[in-house]
């Protein structure tokens, strides 16, 4: 039987912490591999009058602090027994996360939601809220 390819986009907040102690607590429920994502967002990094070789060098310390943060969640995955394929993308996380987990045909999404009300994401979005609208797979909210 074939293992379910399940995606876990994750940041650096408590939101995602908190994901990666769920799917711990939990991991009887979840096969042994995961994909972990983080998107770095580099419009929300860099202004207009920065200029191009200052955008670059804080591309490349986001880069090195979301690979960081990355490494780190996989070792607190591999304690308790599951493996996690770690990927970095720059981009808009919505439509990054919600492109990969369709393309690559995953079979389920496990993301965080912020402490925000429901009436909140639909008037203000969310990446949560977008992702669970955009991709075709089962999407499972902490």
Avoid: W
């Avoid at 591999?78 to 079979?107: D, K, V, W």
């Avoid at 009300?117 to 609208?133: K, M, R, T």
């Amino acid at each position: 039987m074939q293992e379910v390819k399940i995606l876990v986009p994750v940041d650096n907040s408590d939101t995602a912490r908190r994901t990666i102690s769920m799917i711990v607590a939990n991991r009887d429920q979840f096969p042994s591999e995961l994909t972990l994502l983080y998107v770095i967002n580099m419009q929300k990094l860099t202004y207009r009058m920065i200029p191009d070789f200052q955008v670059d060098m804080i591309g490349e310390n986001a880069r090195k602090s979301g690979e960081a943060m990355l490494h780190g969640y996989r070792d607190i995955l591999a304690r308790s027994g599951i493996e996690a394929h770690t990927r970095l993308e720059l981009g808009s996380p919505r439509e990054i996360i919600s492109r990969t987990a369709n393309e690559e045909n995953f079979q389920m999404v496990i993301i965080g939601r912020r402490g925000r009300s429901e009436i909140g994401d639909v008037l203000f979005g969310s990446v949560a809220n977008y992702v669970l609208h955009h991709v075709r797979c089962p999407v499972l909210l902490f």
